[in-house]
């Protein structure tokens, strides 16, 4: 069991730095008498160092979500642009067609009035 230093990433996750103090077992693989090196990897509190950054992948992932949400937003956007404009489009249509109503009446009401004048 060697004690490494371990650096702990604001995501939680965690890597394997350089060893502080190999084992018996790890003493006795380098200097030759034993034939298996030591596996197991141990950390100190004081020997961990907290970073301020995600892991790697963690910030790959980051990223991936970060681009995919700003598609995102942009697509909402247009689509908003786009409804706004054809709510705008269909108001002014309703508008010219209430127009050409209101002028309907008032050549209807003038053709009246010319049919209905007494002659003179």
């Known amino acids: 069991m060697c004690y490494h230093k371990r650096i702990v990433f604001l995501c939680s996750h965690f890597g394997w730095a350089n060893e502080v103090r ?32 995600n892991c790697k992948a963690c910030a ?17 956007r247009a689509l908003s642009e786009s409804v706004a404009r054809l709510q705008k489009a269909e108001k002014k249509e309703e508008e010219e067609e209430h127009e050409l109503e209101l002028d309907a009446e008032a050549e209807a009401e003038q053709l009246a009035v010319v049919h209905l004048a007494p002659a003179v």
């Open 22 to 53: 190999p084992c018996e077992t790890q003493k006795g693989f380098l200097n030759g008498s034993h034939s298996n090196l030591c596996e197991i990897m141990y950390a100190h509190p004081l020997q961990s160092i907290r970073v301020q950054s």
């Open 60 to 76: 790959a992932k980051q990223s991936k979500t970060d681009t995919t949400m700003c598609t995102v937003k942009e697509k909402l």
